[in-house]
């Protein structure tokens, strides 16, 4: 985390390469007890940049496409599913009736976006169920409502977050029944997810070992939530030489599923250009010039190949 009293045009601490007042700025200068609040409304006006450039270029659309050709896909749930775009592409290729789309995500900014673009009814939301909480050690803990969870609709809008044990949609996971699909696509936290209970228990150091146990929470989860033969779809950005990175994604999935019951089907890449707004997040890095290179996202499908009541694997947060 940058220190306060930087001034509004000065680069941020935290080595963005944005002004501070464009980045931790706001976060460190918010009213006490507001930091995440204001962390996810940046967050998902930022987001929109990108989401609305990558949508222009049909990427959401291809990913999901690729999804149904792998998998006969009626019941997913999207992990992360931000400002709404992902499941507009998923619902464009889920055919009805029989169809249940369920998005989650932490931040009820996004999703207060992704109902107003998917025009999702009242009934099949919960957009505001995680209060942040500042704790007297500064950490900011989640409060997460425990109402049962009532949601009518084909389309589901849930206020989740995946790092913290929420009983109430664990139980209606458990009365809703496995998905065929469940997605990750271009995983990212708000800049103030550093300032967390959840990140302060993971001894998290950077946003990266954020993303990582993210990740391996959607792993473990897709274990307790996928039917058999079921699907788990990640998808994430990489600038550089694309058939090099793809193989080397392609060996390190290889290697991290031993012990998972899942088969890897295939990485696949998909190039695609960033917006150059300063607000939007990209995949650009202060320490490599990284200008020239291409942009991609790496699509990883992976089946579940066991039978799930035979797997013992401890799925943590009970979720
Ligand atoms: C980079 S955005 C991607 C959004 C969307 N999947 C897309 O492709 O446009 C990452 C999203 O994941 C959400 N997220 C991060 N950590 C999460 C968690 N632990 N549980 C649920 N959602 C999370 C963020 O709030 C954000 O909306």
């Known amino acids: 985390m940058p220190t306060p009293n930087q001034k509004p045009n000065d680069p941020c601490g935290c080595k963005s390469g944005k002004r501070y007042a464009d980045c931790h700025g706001p976060i460190i200068e918010a009213p006490k007890g507001k930091a995440i609040d204001v962390a996810q409304g940046m967050y998902a006006k930022n987001w929109a940049v990108n989401a609305q450039h990558y949508e222009a270029q049909g990427l959401y659309a291809k990913l999901a496409a690729e999804l149904a050709v792998a998998c006969d896909i009626r019941?997913?749930?999207d992990v992360g599913c931000g400002l709404g775009q992902g499941l507009k592409a998923l619902?464009?290729?889920i055919p009805q009736p029989g169809r249940l789309i369920v998005g989650i995500d932490e931040n009820p900014d996004c999703l207060k976006a992704a109902s107003d673009l998917l025009a999702v009814?009242?009934?099949g939301t919960a957009l505001r169920?995680?209060?942040p909480e500042r704790q007297l050690s500064g950490y900011y803990a989640s409060k997460v409502a425990t109402t049962p969870l009532k949601l009518g609709g084909d389309l589901l809008l849930v206020n989740v977050d995946?790092?913290?044990p929420d009983p109430a949609f664990e139980a209606w996971l458990d009365?809703?029944?496995p998905f065929d699909a469940i997605t990750l696509w271009f995983s990212g936290i708000h800049p103030a997810r550093s300032m967390t209970k959840v990140s302060q228990k993971l001894g998290a150091k950077s946003d990266a070992d954020l993303r990582e146990a993210l990740e391996d929470r959607v792993m473990k989860f897709a274990i307790k939530r996928l039917r058999a033969d079921g699907v788990l779809q990640m998808v994430q950005r990489f600038a550089g030489n694309?058939?090099?990175v793809r193989q080397q994604r392609e060996t390190e999935v290889l290697s991290a599923l031993t012990g998972?019951?899942?088969e890897l089907i295939s990485v696949r890449d998909y190039i695609y250009s960033e917006p150059t707004s300063n607000k939007a997040m990209t995949v650009d890095s202060v320490f490599v010039d990284l200008s020239g290179h291409a942009r991609f996202a790496l699509s990883i499908l992976m089946r579940r190949n066991d039978t799930p009541d035979d797997t013992m694997i401890e799925a943590g947060n009970g979720l």
């Open 260 to 262: 998972y019951p899942f």
């Open 75 to 77: 019941r997913v749930l």
């Open 121 to 123: 009814p009242a009934a």
């Open 91 to 93: 619902a464009e290729a």
């Open 175 to 177: 009365a809703t029944g």
């Open 129 to 131: 169920r995680i209060k």
């Open 242 to 244: 694309v058939d090099a």
């Open 162 to 164: 995946l790092m913290v």
